[in-house]
């Protein structure tokens, strides 16, 4: 069944492969991934995990690959990866994430 879950700004079939994550940021490694993709970049790939820091706080949350949807209920699907690293960068203590994991 289709939904709206307007808490987190998108739209899920309740497939297990949605997921939400909510990270606290560490002093030394930020939330604890870096990204790659976003729009205009080579083939327009979504933005999603480039890699997660041992130890980080995405450490057995995130996974590469994972397509971040929403940062804090915000769709970054139209979103350039500069875009979408400065809306991470802002979130000063914690972020929920909304990812699609294939």
């Known amino acids: 069944s289709s939904g709206i879950n307007a ?10 492969n949605f997921r939400i994550e909510k990270l606290v940021r560490s002093r030394e490694d930020g939330f604890g991934f870096s990204i790659v993709g976003g729009s ?13 820091y041992d ?6 949350k ?3 690959g994972d397509q971040i949807i929403s940062v804090n209920g915000k769709s970054i699907e139209e979103y350039t990866r500069e ?10 203590e914690t972020v929920t994430l909304v990812t699609l994991r294939s």
Do not use: F, H, M, W
């Open 83 to 92: 875009e979408a690293t400065l809306l991470l960068r802002s979130c000063t």
């Open 7 to 16: 808490e987190y700004g998108v739209v899920t079939d309740n497939r297990p």
């Open 55 to 60: 130890n980080g706080p995405a450490s057995g």
């Open 62 to 64: 995130l996974r590469r």
């Open 40 to 52: 205009g970049s080579e083939q327009s790939l979504p933005i999603s995990v480039k890699q997660v």
